[in-house]
């Protein structure tokens, strides 16, 4: 059981650095291009032999967007030609043809989400027909807790859309908001409207999505504490089944939209923190459960009942039920993780077409996972999911010594330990209350590509490099 939640703002202070998120381990900077075509049919093979068949979860990318929002991050193509989805989604086509024979037939479909990009700048006449040819090509479970989930813009999408997609099979719906202040909107580019987000909702609940999740960051441009305790509980009155409070990560130079923002209408630091606090106490108070790594859910949601039995899994779709499955990336971008192996296609469109046209399957970099790195990759796991780290089931499973193998990694976790974050045990480390928030501080330190966890990477002239991942709050 994760202990309880506790907000500790100095601690939180000392401990903001910048880190990986850790939806995957090794992370993908250190994927490679060794990596290609023949590696991932090889990886594919391995990972049908299993006596009890892994189950199989999708993501398909769709990366159109109608108009930019600032912060983002994502991949995406900015375009209002709708005329562009027909090209992509006959390259995909062709994808799922070629890689869906690959894998045995008895291995069973539980997952399938559609991200983004977009995913509703395709129509639901688009979408329900790359559902069926997804179902063509591979055998999908009945099972009841049968995930077909979709990324939407309300501002979009409209509620009869969301009675189509459910007739398609969708059973869960992720909706962006961000926030509804006005003021943060406009200088993001992304004006959205209470209603119409409500009215999505709504026709989520009355055509039967199991689930709603809504999407929000702290750390805007003009966001206030006033504004977006607004947000927050016009959020909470809709009521979705899960929420994901993200912290904004300003990285001009590696996002190119981010420079389009006024940087001097960030919130300062003292104010950021407070606007996670806000968050915290307000969703708590309000019933949700926190998950995890900017995730909260209701009690009776499945993903907090997956982390009360140990069930939880975290992958490059967050958060999910489904730890028993192999990921299957489709699209620009996409990202799967098959057995011991990583694997993304091309991050630019006319790479990832050239590819399929080609008649190869369009990969461009990954890796294959050294028995150290299913280790750590174990561990990470465990700890994101779960709050510890097993070490008494690690050495049995791996044939190690704990302290002897981990010596280093224990040495860095030292200091985290008397700060209270962790507790260390002959048979587990625990995270504490005031750990909860620094998952990612206490994962790198058993990083062993992070060569000092604790202070920011420099170069041999001791200039410090731009910052590769997103600060820790």
């Known amino acids: 059981m994760m202990p ?3 907000f500790d703002a100095d601690l939180l202070r000392r401990y903001d650095r910048p880190g990986p998120r850790y939806t995957s ?9 060794d990596f290609g075509e023949d590696a991932l049919r090889r990886a594919i093979h391995d990972s049908n032999g299993d006596p009890i068949p892994r189950r199989l979860s999708i993501y398909v990318h769709v990366p159109f967007c109608l108009s930019p929002c600032f912060y983002c991050g994502c ?5 209002r030609d709708k005329t562009r989805a027909d090209a992509y989604l006959t390259h995909l086509c062709r994808e799922i043809a070629a890689i869906a024979p690959l894998f045995d037939r008895d291995r069973e479909v539980i997952q399938l989400h559609f991200g983004g990009g977009t995913p509703n700048f395709l129509s639901p006449t688009q979408l329900r027909c790359m559902v069926d040819v997804l179902k063509r090509h591979f055998r999908f479970s009945d099972a009841a807790d049968r995930d077909i989930s979709i990324e939407v813009d309300p501002r979009t999408v409209l509620p009869q ?12 719906a992720s909706l962006g908001v961000q926030d509804f202040d006005p003021a943060v909107q406009e200088a993001v580019n992304r004006i959205q409207g209470v209603e119409q987000t409500r009215a999505v909702v709504e026709a989520c609940r009355t055509h039967g999505f199991r689930s709603v999740n809504i999407d929000l960051i702290y750390g805007l441009p003009n966001q206030t ?3 977006f305790r607004r947000t927050l509980e016009t959020v909470i ?4 089944d899960r929420l994901a409070v993200y912290s904004y990560a300003h990285l001009p130079d590696m996002f190119k939209a981010q420079r389009q923002l006024d940087a001097s209408l960030l919130p300062d630091a003292e104010t950021k923190l407070a606007l996670l606090q806000l968050a915290i106490e307000t969703l708590t108070a309000a019933g949700y459960v926190y998950i995890g790594m900017d995730h909260f859910a209701l009690p009776d949601d499945e993903l907090a009942q997956a982390q009360e039995r140990g069930g939880l899994h975290r992958n490059f779709m967050g958060y999910t039920t489904h730890a028993d499955s192999d990921l299957i990336g489709l699209g620009v971008s996409a990202i799967s993780h098959l057995g011991d192996s990583y694997s993304q296609n091309p991050r630019d469109l006319p790479s990832w077409q050239i590819a399929l046209d080609e008649g190869r399957l369009p990969v461009f970099r990954g890796m294959f996972l050294s028995e150290d790195d299913q280790l750590r990759a174990d561990l990470i796991q465990r700890l994101m999911c779960q709050g510890e780290i097993p070490v008494s089931a690690l050495e049995r499973r791996y044939g190690i010594e ?10 860095r976790l030292e200091p985290l330990a008397e700060d209270g974050l962790v507790v260390i045990g002959d048979e587990r480390i625990d995270v504490t209350a005031r750990g909860r928030l620094l998952l990612r501080n206490i994962a790198m330190c058993f990083d062993r590509y992070l060569p000092a966890p604790q202070a920011p990477a420099t170069d041999v002239g001791g200039q410090e490099h731009r910052p590769r991942f997103s600060k820790a709050i």
């Open 4 to 6: 309880a939640l506790a």
């Open 25 to 33: 381990y090794p992370t993908a900077p250190q994927f490679h291009a």
């Open 75 to 79: 991949n995406r193509v900015i375009t």
């Open 161 to 172: 859309d969301m009675a189509e997609l459910a007739a398609a099979g969708f059973n869960r």
């Open 225 to 227: 504490i006033d504004g």
């Open 237 to 240: 009155a809709m009521r979705p």
């Open 402 to 411: 704990f302290g002897v193998y981990f010596a280093d990694a224990l040495a």
